[in-house]
């Protein structure tokens, strides 16, 4: 009988490249006034499918929040703490009964109790190493992309750019952030998320900056999933099927990853395979563009092409990094050689 993970490999062929939102804030957060309505249909303009709520919540048991359908788009209960150890953890799946306030343990430990997967939000926050229990990193956060700009000269873009080209000059690559997710990765599936933070609560006079249709479009995470439930896109961050994409660079479904062995599938984003030979690390983008192949945070292979294939020789946890016209397009979860 074939293994869980050893089904989902063969399955390959019969999974989808569903895009959605991680990391959304509404009018239950105490510093947004988004209504869920506009959310969906924000979603629904960026060709998202699914919306997982992260609201800042001081008694989530009042109030579980949206899960399930609304016009077409799918929202998922989550939570964002804060813990007493200074980190921001995400509960991706549940909310009523996660505690808001404690430790990184505590809270830890009641998001799994709820039934919800543990992510590492905004990571250039945290102090060492963050929970041996998380599930996913955020690889993208437009709200880390924001802080770490000169503030006078964001100004100057805020006034003078167009809201698409003020959002793409500060998109860079978060080095603390991709350090955190090398070092989890290699004990396990850990998977890639681009957030965007969304509070939609820049602006004046009625006009948000920050507009949720706006920042939707600039982190994106993919999930691979054979059908958009709840407990599929779950299954799939669980299992670090998914990647971190930015749609404002360009558009990203259809990219792909796998570890061929002899030329047939051996494994998939999240997956593992042994160190066999024949083995080789293939990857795929929807255009042409440089792509980074890294082994546990060492770079191995680099091309300009939209095709990369690498032979491998040596264990580790292997991911991808894509740029296009030098911008951060794509971050993929890893494949383990071991």
């Not at 239950?28 to 997982?52: E, L, P, Y």
């Not at 965007?196 to 006009?207: K, L």
């Amino acid at each position: 009988m074939k293994s869980r993970q050893e089904k989902i490999e063969s399955d390959d062929n019969a999974l989808k490249d569903v895009r959605g939102i991680i990391h959304c804030h509404s009018k239950q957060s105490h510093d947004c006034s988004g209504d869920f309505d506009d959310i969906a249909a924000a979603a629904k303009k960026c060709g998202a499918q699914f919306v997982i709520l992260t609201d800042h919540l001081k008694e989530p048991t009042l109030d579980a929040g949206p899960d399930g359908f609304i016009d077409g788009v799918l929202f998922i209960p989550g939570i964002e703490t804060r813990s007493e150890d200074g980190s921001s953890l995400l509960s991706l799946g549940a909310r009523a009964k996660v505690t808001p306030r404690g430790t990184d343990t505590e809270i830890t430990a009641s998001i799994v109790a709820g039934g919800g997967l543990v992510a590492i939000g905004h990571p250039e926050r945290v102090i060492g190493r963050g929970s041996e229990a998380v599930m996913g990193i955020e690889l993208m956060n437009l709200h880390a992309d924001v802080k770490d700009e000169n503030k006078l000269t964001l100004l100057f873009r805020a006034i003078f750019y167009t809201p698409r080209q003020l959002f793409l000059s500060v998109i860079d690559r978060q080095e603390k952030a991709i350090n955190l997710y090398d070092y989890h990765a290699q004990r396990g599936p850990v998977a890639a998320i681009a957030s965007c933070d969304a509070h939609e609560a820049i602006g004046f006079w009625g006009w948000a900056i920050d507009s949720y249709e706006r920042v939707f479009q600039a982190a994106n995470t993919h999930v691979l999933v054979s059908r958009v439930t709840k407990e599929s896109i779950l299954e799939a961050l669980r299992l670090g099927r998914s990647y971190a994409a930015c749609e404002l660079v360009e558009q990203s479904t259809g990219f792909s990853v796998q570890v061929t062995r002899g030329g047939r599938n051996a494994a998939m984003m999240g997956g593992e395979t042994p160190l066999t030979q024949q083995l080789e690390y293939v990857v795929r983008a929807p255009v042409n563009c440089e792509i980074s192949l890294y082994q546990n945070g060492r770079l191995c292979a680099r091309t300009q092409a939209g095709t990369l294939k690498y032979k491998i020789k040596r264990r580790g946890s292997y991911r991808v990094e894509a740029t296009l016209d030098g911008r951060p397009w794509i971050s993929s979860s890893s494949i383990r050689v071991k």
